[in-house]
C-alpha cells in the first residue's frame, strides 16, 4: 500500500493535568477525503493544532510522507505542505478577493529589491485558480464582503493549495453555512480530490456531508479513536453510533420517549 502521506502514533496532547488527546494513530493518504469525526470536546481541533504546528505534542510522533517530523511553528507545517483552513477563514471582507488571495505573499514586478506590486498578474492567478476548482468569479477586484460563504471557504481552499497545501485541513467547512452554499463546499472538496495529489482531512459534525464525500473515516471520543474505516466498511448506522461516541441512539430515543 501507499505510504501516507501525513501518519501520527501515539500522538498525545495534554493541557497541564488534563489529557486532551491520548495515543492517536491515524492514516491520511492522498487523493483521499479523510473525515474526522466527534462531538465537541472529542479534540478534534487539538489534533488540528498539532497537525498544523499550533501547539506541540506532549508525546507521539507525526510522519509526514514517511519522515519523522516536527513542527515548531504553523510556518513549518505550512512548509511541509500542511494547509488549513481554520474556522475564521483568515479573510479580509473589506479587502478584494485578489489581495485576500496573496494576502502577505504579494508578487512584484519590476527592477530593485522589491519592485512594484504586480496587481494584473495576481488578477490572473485568483481568477485562474479559483476557476480550476469550480468557481468562476466575475471580477477579483471586487471585496471579499460581496462573496457568499461558500465562495469565501473556496477562496481559502484555493490560496492553501496555490502556496503549496499537500494536506488540506478543514474545520467544519461546512457547519456556518446554509443547505446550498455547503453543497458549493462539498463540490469544491469532490474537485480538489480529483486532482489526486491532495489530501483532505475534514473535521465535521455532520454525518450527512461526511457520507457524500469522505472515502475514509476516524471517530474521536474523549481525546481517543474509538473507530475508523473506509466507506466501504462503514455502513450508516456505524457512523451514527460512532458520531454520538458510541452511546445507542436507541437507548436514548427510548429514554426521551418517556417524555
Ligand atoms: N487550550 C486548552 N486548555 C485546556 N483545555 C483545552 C484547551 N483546548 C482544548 N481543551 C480541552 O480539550 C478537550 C478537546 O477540545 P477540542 O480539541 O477543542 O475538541 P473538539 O474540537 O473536538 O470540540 C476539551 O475538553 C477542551 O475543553
Ligand atoms: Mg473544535
Do not use: W
Not at 5 to 28: C, H, M, W
Not at 167 to 195: F, H, N, Y
Amino acid at each position: 500500500m501507499a505510504i501516507p502521506i501525513i501518519r501520527t502514533e501515539q500522538l498525545t496532547k495534554s493541557y497541564g493535568p488534563f489529557t486532551a488527546l491520548n495515543g492517536i494513530d491515524i492514516d491520511v493518504y492522498s487523493g483521499e477525503i479523510h473525515a474526522l469525526l466527534g462531538d465537541n470536546g472529542a479534540g478534534k481541533s487539538t489534533l488540528i493544532k498539532l497537525l498544523s504546528g499550533v501547539h506541540s505534542p506532549t508525546s507521539g510522533k507525526i510522519f509526514v510522507s514517511g519522515v519523522e517530523t516536527e513542527f515548531r511553528s504553523p510556518v513549518d507545517a505550512s512548509k511541509a505542505g500542511v494547509g488549513t483552513v481554520f474556522q475564521d477563514l483568515a479573510l479580509n471582507p473589506l479587502m478584494s478577493v485578489t489581495r485576500n488571495f496573496f494576502m502577505g505573499r504579494e508578487r512584484h514586478r519590476g527592477p530593485g529589491p522589491f519592485g512594484i506590486l504586480d496587481f494584473a498578474g495576481m488578477d490572473e492567478i485568483t481568477h485562474a485558480e479559483m476557476r480550476k476548482i469550480g468557481i468562476n468569479i466575475s471580477d477579483p477586484r471586487q471585496a471579499v464582503g460581496t462573496m457568499s460563504g461558500g465562495q469565501r471557504q473556496t477562496l481559502a481552499i484555493a490560496r492553501a493549495i496555490y502556496f503549496g497545501a499537500r494536506v488540506l485541513i478543514l474545520d467544519e467547512p461546512t457547519s456556518a453555512l446554509g443547505q446550498k452554499q455547503q453543497m458549493e463546499v462539498l463540490r469544491t472538496m469532490m474537485s480538489v480530490r480529483s486532482r489526486g495529489d491532495i489530501a483532505i482531512i475534514f473535521i465535521t459534525h455532520n454525518e450527512t456531508h461526511s457520507k457524500l464525500v469522505a472515502d475514509r473515516y476516524t471517530f474521536l471520543a474523549l481525546g481517543e479513536v474509538i473507530g475508523r474505516g473506509t466507506r466501504e466498511e462503514l455502513k450508516g448506522e456505524d457512523i451514527r453510533h460512532l458520531m454520538a461516541g458510541g452511546v445507542e441512539i436507541g437507548d436514548l430515543s427510548r429514554e426521551l420517549a418517556q417524555f
